[in-house]
């Protein structure tokens, strides 16, 4: 008779970690195995990094999901590597290759007055290789199938672009970009400006909104903690908003918040603020014009 792995207990555990995603396993992988190592009854991440990415993937248990778009909607950080010479299907090295050109000659300044052009608000026509949806169903399925169809650019920040180091046929970049850029494409359009085609060979997330990679917060580094160990690494529930106004809730009425009742508070009118009892954080409010406190999100915290 086959023999079936005890089911594990699930706990109602809540906070963030900052997870080194490795190379070769998706993003949903290592949410799903960073939930088992917590025993967490919720998880979610905040921004997919594909098979062929690394690097920051913030993992949100329990009553952090309920501030994971705050981090799907914030500002990224990458260092990236841009092989020049050809272009492929994906935009990576996953992909076949499909149009060549020589590279031209390439220096500092040649490749600083095409970084320039790059600066600022641009517009991206997003890859067939991307979750994108069209009637329903994921970009990455029809191009799997041969499928092209037309995209509508859509408007993208780069915040920042340097050049870190290049060779005569690749370069070396530290990108920070606004929510829905694509890496690959941005690599792919910069190599048509020099001249040539081009794809990623390498790309490392470092930043995802206030938060830094930590490079030692691998998968394998949590596996050989004890549980004990696991939950001191955790940030708050709150921590994809803490850098919103903190206030205190008026007083007697933390039970009223956390019930979802409104309150008179005196202070300002703010469109954000996490709302604490103390020490403890109750939830995120709106304060109005007169001066109510609104709850917009409840922690519910053991």
């Not at 949100?60 to 994971?68: D, R």
């Not at 517009?123 to 991307?130: A, H, L, W």
């Not at 979750?131 to 920042?160: C, Q, V």
């Not at 009892?277 to 999100?297: Q, S, Y």
Request: a neutral charge; aromatic letters at 8%.
């Amino acid at each position: 008779m086959k023999k079936t792995s005890p089911k594990i207990q699930r706990r109602p555990i809540s906070g963030v970690f900052l997870l080194n995603k490795p190379l070769g396993i998706s993003s949903n992988a290592a949410l799903q195995k960073v939930r088992w190592l917590y025993r967490a009854q919720k998880a979610g991440h905040t921004g997919a990094l594909d098979p062929l990415a690394s690097g920051l993937l913030p993992i949100c248990l329990g009553e952090a999901t309920k501030f994971s778009h705050y981090l799907l909607d914030s500002t990224k950080r990458y260092l990236t590597t841009i092989h020049l010479g050809h272009s492929t299907t994906t935009g990576d090295v996953e992909g076949e290759v499909l149009l060549e050109q020589a590279v031209p000659a390439l220096t500092e300044e040649k490749i600083a007055q095409v970084l320039a052009k790059f600066f600022g608000d641009i517009q991206q026509v997003p890859p067939m290789y991307s979750a994108l949806k069209k009637e329903g169903r994921p970009l990455y399925e029809l191009a799997r199938k041969g499928i092209e169809i037309e995209r509508e650019a859509r408007p993208i920040h780069i915040y920042a672009i340097e050049l870190l180091s290049f060779t005569e046929n690749s370069i070396t970049l530290d990108v920070t970009c606004s929510k829905g850029t694509y890496i690959r494409v941005l690599g792919e359009d910069i190599a048509q400006a020099l001249g040539t085609y081009g794809h990623l060979t390498y790309l490392h997330r470092i930043k995802t909104g206030h938060f830094d990679l930590i490079p030692s917060y691998t998968i394998e580094y949590l596996e050989n903690l004890t549980e004990q160990e696991r939950e001191a690494l955790l940030l708050p529930a709150y921590a994809p908003v803490d850098h919103f106004l903190k206030v205190q809730v008026p007083e007697g009425r933390a039970e009223y918040f956390s019930r979802g009742m409104e309150s008179n508070i005196e202070h300002a009118a703010e469109a954000q603020v996490l709302v604490f009892d103390g020490e403890k954080c109750l939830g995120l409010a709106e304060i109005t014009e007169r001066n109510r406190l609104v709850p917009k999100r409840v922690l519910n915290l053991e």
